[in-house]
């Protein structure tokens, strides 16, 4: 079966640039969560959707990060305009329920 | 205060050896308790839930003190495959987890 996805595994973009990171959940998972880890800090919560609905969108960080998830299948994170500070490694998750979470491999973001 | 906090390390320990990891939480509140276990540059993977009752995996021992707030990680007879980074993480209850920075673990031969 196969896991968590996650599209680009890495990307380098210029300040000001629009990035758009896809993630394809494990088959069946109504829950999908985006978490990011920046350079030195831990892994911390952007939000989380349950099949197309955002349930908790509390730590995304303000209103250059838009995440949707249409058809409540794939999920996308678009980043615009891009600023130095969000460079780092960006997870996406996936559940049945709230104990047992899988995480993609990253996606990671280096904006210069 | 940080809401989960660990020591960051690196623990370096030689192979065999026996090392523990202690986190703490700030919310009496937190209802499950995880560790996860990092390699580099990849993703965080679940090692073991922890239970109240303590509960263990092999050479893996985890244990929860709620009155203290704190949660520990036992690894018995280290081996080198062992070394990465190990992530407390802690759920209040929502489907929001909360992770520690983690603890650095190099096992040396």
């Known amino acids: 079966e196969a896991g968590v996805t996650q599209f680009p595994s890495h990307s380098v973009i210029e300040k000001g640039q629009t990035v758009t990171l896809?993630?394809?959940?494990?088959?069946g998972h109504d829950n999908l969560y985006w978490y990011r880890r920046v350079m030195g800090k831990e892994i911390k919560f952007l939000l989380h959707f349950?099949?197309?609905?955002?349930?908790?969108?509390?730590?995304?960080?303000?209103?250059?990060?838009l995440a949707?998830?249409?058809?409540?299948?794939?999920?996308?994170?678009?980043?615009?305009p891009a600023e130095l500070e969000d460079s780092g490694v960006y997870f996406c998750a996936s559940s049945q329920d709230r104990y047992t979470i899988y995480f993609g491999e990253g996606s990671w973001l280096t904006v210069v | 205060r940080k809401e989960v906090e660990q020591d960051p390390g690196p623990f370096n320990v030689p192979e065999g050896a026996t090392v523990?990891?202690?986190?703490?939480?700030?919310n009496s509140a937190s209802q499950s308790f995880f560790w996860y276990r990092q390699?580099?540059?990849?993703?965080?993977?679940?090692?073991m839930s922890v239970y109240s009752s303590g509960n263990e995996d092999?050479?893996?021992?985890?244990?929860?003190?709620?009155a203290?707030?704190?949660?520990?990680?036992?690894?018995?007879d280290s081996k080198l495959?062992?070394?990465?980074?190990?992530?407390?993480?802690?759920?209040?209850?929502?489907?929001?987890?909360?992770?520690?920075?983690?603890?650095?673990?190099?096992?040396?031969?």
């Open chain 2, 68 to 76: 203290s707030q704190y949660i520990s990680l036992l690894i018995r």
């Open chain 2, 20 to 26: 523990a990891f202690n986190c703490t939480y700030s």
């Open chain 1, 50 to 65: 349950v099949k197309e609905s955002k349930q908790d969108e509390s730590g995304m960080p303000n209103n250059r990060f």
């Open chain 1, 68 to 80: 949707e998830r249409t058809g409540g299948t794939y999920s996308t994170l678009k980043v615009q």
């Open chain 1, 22 to 27: 896809r993630c394809d959940p494990i088959s």
């Open chain 2, 39 to 47: 390699d580099c540059r990849k993703e965080p993977k679940l090692l």
């Open chain 2, 81 to 109: 495959s062992d070394s990465a980074t190990y992530l407390c993480v802690v759920n209040e209850g929502t489907y929001k987890y909360i992770f520690g920075t983690g603890t650095r673990l190099k096992v040396l031969a």
């Open chain 2, 58 to 66: 092999g050479r893996f021992t985890a244990q929860l003190n709620r």
